[in-house]
């Protein structure tokens, strides 16, 4: 059995989509940001601390920049790291991320490492696990059957997340693999994190 484990979502999330969104919010007060549901935390409370509203759409460009529109967000993230502006006609940037970022660090006296740092310890995430697996709808099934009397909140905007009091979880399945991907954070608790990750493969191994 082989996990793999992608490390530069958390770092992709913490440093440009949460830290953009504060970044484009000060010359741009009220306005919305579109987010995916794979992790959410950081990036609400980074949008909302700065006086913007939140909107959460199913992950894909596609899907992003369509909501974008309709809600004439002025920017748009996934974890995967594509971003997209309405001024850039709600396209995908690699280089206005960067130059935003630059601009957000001439107001600091923190480096990016330490911003990056700080949110990790706020909210630690699991970074996206993937996971091949016959049949991903049962799957989605049987684990919202495990956790359903403990969850505060289920939401499947895209796949299956399930929110409780101090972690959460969304389990989907890719839009272009045979596999299904795992994402999980929590409230300033590594060791919850971990525990909860290593909860969830566990029982997706069981299912697999």
């Known amino acids: 059995m082989k996990f793999q484990f992608n490390y530069e979502s958390p770092f992709t999330l913490l440093s440009t989509l949460g830290l953009l969104a504060k970044t484009l919010l000060q010359e741009n007060p009220g306005q919305k940001i579109v987010h995916d549901p794979r992790l959410t935390w950081f990036t609400r409370e980074t949008v909302k601390a700065n006086g913007g509203i939140p909107v959460q759409i199913k992950t894909g460009h596609a899907f992003i920049k369509a909501r974008m529109r309709t809600e004439d967000a002025v920017y748009g993230g996934e974890m995967s790291g594509h971003h997209y502006f309405r001024n850039f006609s ?15 660090l001439c107001t600091q006296d923190k480096p990016l490492s330490k911003l990056v740092a700080d949110a990790l310890k706020r909210y ?5 696990i993937n996971r091949t697996t016959p049949n991903p709808q049962q799957l989605l099934t049987d684990i919202e059957h495990h956790y359903a009397k403990e969850a ?22 890719s839009n272009t693999e045979p596999v299904i991907r ?13 525990q909860k990750r290593d909860e969830l493969l566990a029982l997706i191994n069981n299912n697999c």
Request: glycine letters at 6%.
């Open 182 to 194: 795992l994402n999980v954070e929590t409230r300033a608790n590594e060791r919850l994190m971990k």
């Open 152 to 173: 505060e909140a289920v939401d499947r905007t895209d796949g299956l997340s399930m929110e409780f009091s101090d972690w959460r979880f969304n389990l989907r399945a």
């Open 124 to 128: 630690p995430v699991s970074g996206e």
């Open 90 to 104: 709600y396209c995908d940037s690699g280089m206005i991320p960067w130059l935003l970022i630059a601009q957000l």
